[in-house]
């Protein structure tokens, strides 16, 4: 596997890679070592290795992560030569090209596995013609790849592989932890919490919606994560009865911190293109959790919300929200009931175990069964 960030930090390869070992494969995840670290993650399974490679390279900066990707390419050719293996996957449009070249030089398959438009995703940093070139190279390389694998269905559609195979990001039955069953029926509290937990970045309705939290009088709001808005988050959190703020949560913090919550928080601006075809982690924790959850109209996980019945669809907007936080203040057995909902829809399709079998069918009808391996 090749993946432009560090391994610990992205679950949906973390739940693959895992997946696939369970299955009876070895797998090497060769990982952009960003940070300069001096050795890999461990992550305790003799059939699961992980290498940090290439060079350091700072966050946040599109000019310098363009100039330093290239080097971590020939990284990846470079540990390829060295490895017996079946098959390259390569995570997003970032390591496509080294899974390419390593798939012809080596004479292996590739799996492409898109977790968003990477051309959308640039598309607020980098001119219009970077976009509409990352796209049109997604679209020719992509034809070198065997499976391709999508976040949903709209990013099929977004990047042009109509055959791509969705694998959806949710969480497995095995990663609630168990003080986060039980929920009440009905929440009988002065003040009911809100959560947001990722990123903090424009486009993610924070600031709005910390704004909207302060002038109720029924509501709080937990934030944890990181980014360019954390300062102005962690200022608003001082002194401030409404607005608690956790820093950066690790990933396996966060499903406790969301059982705390009456409702999550997952709009996301449906005018950025990328953002309005995105899956969301939280939308599936939430669920999991039997939590509803607040989402934006015209993005995927209003379209999961209107068929499951599991949360809330709000216009993109500071007073809609604002109306809507002051509705379900006066119907707390209304959210629990789209939490129930939410939880049966888990059971039934939302769950880690059902893209499991998506994802070994298409392994197997590529290599085989893994019991030779």
């Known amino acids: 596997m090749l993946l432009s960030k560090p391994f610990v930090g992205d679950p949906r390869v973390n739940r693959e890679s895992s997946s696939i070992v ?31 490679i290439g060079p350091p390279c700072p966050k946040r900066n599109l000019l310098k992560f363009a100039l330093k990707l290239p080097f971590f390419w020939l990284a990846c050719l470079g ?31 590739l799996i492409y596995d898109a977790h968003e438009s990477y051309a959308e995703m640039i598309a607020q940093d980098a001119p219009r013609f970077i976009g509409r070139l990352v796209h049109y190279l997604e679209k020719c390389l992509m034809r070198g790849a065997a499976v391709v694998l ?57 600031l709005e919606s910390v704004s909207a939290v302060a002038a109720q009088n029924r ?48 709009m996301l601006d449906p005018s950025n293109e990328n953002y309005r075809i995105s899956t969301p982690l939280r939308l599936f924790e939430a669920m999991s959790l039997g939590i509803p959850s607040i989402v934006a109209k015209g993005t995927y996980p209003a379209e999961v919300v209107a068929r499951e019945g599991c949360g ?11 109306e809507l936080l002051a509705r379900l203040a006066s119907d707390p057995a209304g959210m ?9 829809a888990f059971d039934r399709e939302y769950n880690w175990g059902k893209q499991t079998a998506k994802l070994l069918l298409a392994y197997t009808d590529l290599l085989g069964t893994a019991d030779k391996y």
């Open 150 to 206: 999508v976040a949903n269905e709209n990013v099929a559609k977004m990047i042009g592989a109509e055959d791509a195979i969705a694998i959806l990001n949710c969480p497995g039955e095995s990663e609630i932890p168990i003080e986060c069953f039980g929920r009440n029926d009905a929440p009988s509290k002065e003040k009911m919490l809100l959560g947001y937990f990722g990123t903090l970045e424009p486009g993610r309705f924070i």
């Open 312 to 322: 809330y669809v709000c216009d993109h907007d500071e007073k809609a929200f604002s």
């Open 219 to 266: 509501w709080r709001m937990v934030v944890g994560g990181d980014g360019t808005l954390a300062k102005t988050v962690k200022k608003a959190s001082k002194g401030s009865a409404s607005v608690e703020y956790l820093g950066q949560v690790p990933h396996e913090q966060v499903m406790k911190q969301s059982a705390r919550c009456d409702a999550l928080h997952v």
């Open 22 to 52: 369970e299955a009876g494969y070895s797998v090497t995840v060769l990982a952009w070592n960003r940070d300069g670290r001096s050795v890999g993650d461990a992550p305790g399974n003799p059939s699961l290795e992980v290498d940090l």
């Open 336 to 344: 629990v009931e789209k939490g129930k909902k939410g939880r049966e």
């Open 79 to 109: 540990k390829a030569k060295q490895k017996e293996f079946l098959v390259v996957h390569a995570h997003d449009f970032d390591t496509l090209p080294a899974g390419f070249l390593i798939s012809k030089l080596q004479g292996r398959p």
